[in-house]
């Protein structure tokens, strides 16, 4: 699958909407997350498809947080976004906000680490390094089992997300770990960091 969308159209889209920058930097996350999947799970030529889902996912949130996924459809007929990537980016919030269910593989991760990039995002500010370099799965399991820590990222959509891709949720949050190490660097430089 690819996309029409340009990276620039999409990052455009995204400021237009978007000013706060933890949102952006979510965005930045799970595009470089989504890219990373593409080319582990053997769709590589789709990669730049995955991103840009990643990039767009929240493109509605930060102004319209009571109709999110509801209003992704029309702010992505902007950039003339195709159906597939706006049914992509409104089952990331099935169950939640959306009736649109991830069907696709690809919908599938993107609902299953929208909420952990969050978690681990979390923990790694929590970190001596600041960084999820050096984050081990066991201590990301210690934060996800402190329903205090980071309370807003959900874990039962975590732990949904890693049935509805037949993960068991160790593997989820060790090849999440892994994605987010890939992106790190590059999503720092982009947020000026």
């Known amino acids: 699958m690819q996309t029409s969308v340009s990276r620039q159209q999409a990052l455009a889209l995204l400021h237009k909407y978007n000013a706060e920058p933890f949102h952006i930097q ?3 996350t799970v595009e ?21 889902c990643g990039l767009l996912h929240d493109v509605d949130f ?6 999110h996924c509801k209003k992704a459809p029309e702010l992505l007929a902007e950039v003339n976004a195709e159906p597939e990537l706006v049914h992509a980016v409104c089952s990331h919030g099935y169950g939640l906000c959306s009736d649109v269910k991830p069907e696709h593989e690809m919908e599938k991760v993107m609902f299953a680490v929208d909420e952990l990039t969050g978690l681990i995002w979390a923990a790694a500010k929590m970190r001596p390094s600041h960084s999820v370099q050096d984050m081990e799965l066991s201590s990301l399991k210690k934060k996800f089992k402190d329903k205090k820590f980071a309370a807003g990222c959900s874990r039962d959509v975590i732990r949904q ?16 770990i892994l994605a987010m190490r890939s992106c790190e660097e590059k999503v720092a430089k982009e947020m000026g960091e």
């Open 62 to 67: 930060e102004k319209y947080p009571e109709e």
């Open 161 to 176: 997300g890693a049935e509805n891709l037949g993960w068991t949720l160790d593997e989820t949050l060790e090849r999440t």
């Open 26 to 28: 979510h965005a930045l």
């Open 32 to 52: 470089g997350v989504m890219d990373y999947f593409a080319r582990e799970l053997g769709y590589g030529d789709s990669a730049d498809f995955w991103s840009r």
